[in-house]
């Protein structure tokens, strides 16, 4: 079998953790969903937050999206490059996607945002990417000279610290995702992170389908019989299993942060420099998340085939939106760093607490294959 791309830690403890949690017989939300978004409030030091999850990251998103008023006609920018979630979410609740376009970093390029706001700008949403983040101060000047909320994507950068401040704790609301293959997973989950009780309690109920006081009864494991809808809704709880995957997976946050930072030391050590790649500058407040490499000279393809055919899975994050039929129609001309980084990029396989073995035969092999590719690359 090839090395995944994506390979979540489930050690014994998890496991137990899952089995318990069954044997407790409370499947829906409960205790567990409370702990959960406890222990992201004190992992992440979110002080003053309000922590709310949900039962998948674009729900996540979703609701946020709902929290900040975000209506029929409203123009949301975000950039082309960018999970589907996001897109789909701007959709959903009848708003109107505005591709931006992005810097070195790969996030949203500040330099090039306000151009994008118009009268019916509302939100920007700012996605970090792999092991990169956002300009998020220069982002929020903007915003705030234009009255805009900013909704943070933080799906890819959980636990990391952006100019001494913790992820999620400086975002008018933040969300993160524990998809399967997030560096924390609850099989499926999301959370969003907001600034005040009113926003939670909103949150509280559209996760419920609008019911209002079920969270809080739930929270003990047990079912509100009356309660009143308030709101419209979505079936975005959060189940006590998945919670309780989540939380043995924070337990592990330390081993799961130091041994993916220590790869992406490895790859960027031992990875030769050369010009046909370009690596990821790992920034060490980070807690990695997908390693990528930028692939040049329309070598890609190529590269792709040779790590699969010496056992190593690759893949690609991401395909832009305006590739995507239903967003063809959107304005894309100007979106010249995403189009070229996007016949480059290449995910490699990261894992937590990867195999040294993986480790070295993943950099033997792309060193193998630039030796291979080099004199083709001089000769153009
Ligand atoms: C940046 C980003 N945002 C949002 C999502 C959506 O999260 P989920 O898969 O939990 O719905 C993802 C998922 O991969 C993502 O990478």
């Not at 400086?170 to 099989?187: E, G, L, R």
Request: aromatic letters at 8%.
């Amino acid at each position: 079998m090839n090395i995944p791309v994506f390979k979540p830690l489930i050690d014994k403890k998890t496991i137990k953790a899952a089995v318990k949690s069954l044997e407790v017989g409370w499947l829906g939300m409960g205790k567990s969903v409370d702990e959960f978004e406890k222990k992201i409030k004190s992992i992440c030091k979110l002080r003053n937050k309000y922590v709310v999850s949900v039962n998948t990251g674009y729900s996540a998103i979703h609701t946020a999206l709902i929290l900040m008023n975000i209506k029929k006609g409203d123009e949301v920018i975000t950039p082309a490059f960018n999970n589907i979630a996001d897109l789909q979410s701007i959709i959903s609740v009848g708003g109107r996607i505005v591709f931006a376009d992005i810097d070195k970093s790969l996030c949203l390029d500040p330099l090039k945002l306000e151009k994008l706001i118009t009268k019916k700008t509302k939100a920007i949403i700012v996605c970090d990417y792999g092991m990169g983040i956002a300009n998020h101060n220069q982002i929020k000047l903007i915003a705030n000279k234009y009255k805009l909320r900013v909704l943070h994507d933080a799906a890819h950068s959980f636990g990391s610290v952006y100019k001494k401040k913790m992820i999620g704790s400086f975002s008018d609301i933040a969300m993160f995702s524990f998809d399967p293959v997030k560096t924390i997973t609850a099989i499926d989950g999301g959370a969003i992170i907001v600034n005040t009780k009113k926003e939670r309690d909103l949150a509280h109920k559209i996760r419920l389908m609008g019911m209002g006081q079920s969270s809080n009864v739930m929270y003990k494991n047990k079912r509100a019989w009356t309660y009143d809808v308030e709101t419209h809704g979505y079936r975005y709880h959060l189940a006590n299993l998945h919670a309780a995957i989540g939380i043995s997976q924070i337990n592990d946050f330390r081993l799961i942060k130091k041994t993916r930072i220590n790869t992406v030391k490895y790859f960027n050590k031992n990875i030769e420099n050369n010009p046909i790649f370009e690596k990821p500058i790992l920034n060490t407040k980070i807690v990695p998340f997908i390693y990528h490499l930028r692939v040049k000279n329309n070598l890609r393809e190529k590269f792709m085939k040779y790590l699969s055919q010496n056992g190593i899975d690759t893949g690609i994050h991401w395909q832009p939106g305006n590739k995507f039929k239903l967003f063809k129609k959107l304005k894309s001309d100007h979106l010249t760093e995403t189009n070229k980084v996007a016949n480059e990029i290449v995910t490699i396989p990261l894992h937590s607490n990867m195999k040294l073995q993986d480790q070295k035969k993943i950099t033997k092999t792309i060193n193998s294959f630039f030796k291979i590719n080099i004199k083709k690359f001089n000769q153009h």
